[in-house]
Structure formats: structure tokens, C-alpha cells
């Protein structure tokens, strides 16, 4: 069965260090790859996806991912947290053809002045 | 990015009573959108695919006659809480690809709904 897994409930990071939110994901076929953000009580706010080409992917406020097919994985970066990025990230999976996303449990991200 | 809008944002009732949720896509047409609920510090659960001049397509265990879904146009889908009980309490969401099924999904902004 396709799945996605964000193995961290939570990840602290203080202003300004590097953060990295971690996904992986199973599925079989080629995967199309999703970061979404969603803030208090809003909906979810695309980041940035990977569908082929370049593995290391930018996308919105300065958030980057990085697709890893030997390890299947998916991870969230940016060099420089901000206190205004603490929010809950969401990774997501969708195969070829069909338009609906598969979505990781969630990881919030708090960062800390 | 695209814009996809949600209305209302918030809606209390009480059992029993029917309560729809408009999902709009205010700069694109939409031929598919999706339902997504959301619990509670937790996931989005797909719930079903709004196909616009068709019938919707349920995901396993969503009672379609309890979640009614209608895609009237290119740039609305509606969702129709029926008889509604406490349990139907949740976040609701919608989302539209751009241009076509596999495109990017924009989502809307969500309806919280509580049922008393």
C-alpha cells in the first residue's frame, strides 16, 4: 500500500539554524512529491513539489527538498529558520495519473527566538 | 499561486440539521476538486473527488448519502453535511488542481464545523 511517514511529530529549531523535516515514502511507480504548509485553523499552503528532473527542489519562502531515491525520501530544508515558519508541514504523495494526494501525519515546527 | 475560497469558515449547528460548505476556484476552472477532512492534530483523510457535470467518487467507509458533494460548474463544488451529529465535527477542506487531475492542488482555507 502507497504511504507516506513523517517520522517526527515535532521538531524545535532555534532562529536562525538550519531546519530539516524528514519524509519518506513508500509507493510503487514513480512518485510525484508534495511539501504543503498549513497555519492555525487555514488550509494548507503549497511549498514546493518534485515531479522529475533536478532532485534538489526550491520552492516558496526559501524552503528547499530534496528527492532521494534510494533512500526514498523526501526531506524539507532551509538553511535559515525564521519564528514566522513555525507551523504544520505536511508531505504528500501522489502517483502518476491519479489526482488525489496520499499525506504524511504531520510535523510541527517550532521555532524559537 | 492559484486561489481556492471557502465559505463560511465557520459554522456551529445544531443535530440533525443539514449544513453545505461552498468550495470555489476563483482564478482557474476546475474540472476535479477534492474533500479532505482533518482531525484533529492529525492528517487529511481524502473523503471523496468532486467531478464537475458527473457523479462524485467516494473513498472507502464515506457514507456518500450523509456527504453529499454537488460540481454544478467549472469553479464550484459543494459539500452538504446531512442530518449532522457531533461525530461530523471537523475541519473540512477542499482542493482544485490547476489544469488537470495531476496538476498541483491549491487548497481552500477550511470550515470548521461543530455540531451541538
Known amino acids: 500500500a502507497q504511504s507516506v511517514a513523517q517520522p517526527e511529530d515535532q521538531v524545535n529549531v532555534a532562529e536562525g539554524n538550519p531546519l530539516t523535516v524528514k519524509c519518506t515514502y513508500s509507493v510503487s511507480g514513480n512518485p510525484y512529491l508534495f511539501w504543503y504548509v498549513q497555519y492555525p485553523n487555514r488550509g494548507l499552503q503549497f511549498l514546493l513539489k518534485y515531479i522529475t528532473g533536478d532532485n534538489l527542489v526550491k520552492g516558496s519562502y526559501g524552503f528547499e527538498a530534496e528527492f532521494n531515491k534510494s533512500q526514498t525520501s523526501f526531506h524539507l530544508k532551509k538553511p535559515s529558520a525564521l519564528v514566522s515558519d513555525s507551523a504544520l508541514y505536511f508531505c504528500a504523495v501522489r502517483l502518476g495519473s491519479q489526482g488525489n494526494l496520499i499525506f504524511g501525519k504531520g510535523t510541527k515546527l517550532s521555532v524559537k527566538p | 499561486g492559484a486561489v481556492v475560497s471557502q465559505h463560511p469558515s465557520r459554522v456551529i449547528c445544531k443535530s440533525g440539521t443539514s449544513v453545505k460548505i461552498e468550495c470555489r476556484s476563483l482564478?482557474?476552472?476546475?474540472?476535479?476538486m477534492f474533500w479532505y477532512r482533518q482531525f484533529p492534530k492529525q492528517s487529511l483523510m481524502l473523503m471523496a473527488t468532486s467531478n464537475e457535470g458527473s457523479k462524485a467518487t467516494y473513498e472507502q467507509g464515506v457514507e456518500k448519502d450523509k456527504f453529499l458533494i454537488n460540481h454544478a460548474s467549472l469553479t464550484l463544488s459543494t459539500l452538504t453535511v446531512t442530518s449532522a451529529h457531533p461525530e461530523d465535527s471537523s475541519f473540512y477542506i477542499c482542493?482544485?488542481?490547476?489544469?488537470?487531475?495531476?496538476?498541483?492542488?491549491?487548497f481552500g482555507p477550511g470550515t470548521r464545523l461543530t455540531v451541538l
Open positions: 482542493s482544485a488542481p490547476t489544469s488537470g487531475v495531476t496538476d498541483t492542488q491549491y
Open positions: 482564478d482557474f476552472q476546475a474540472t476535479t
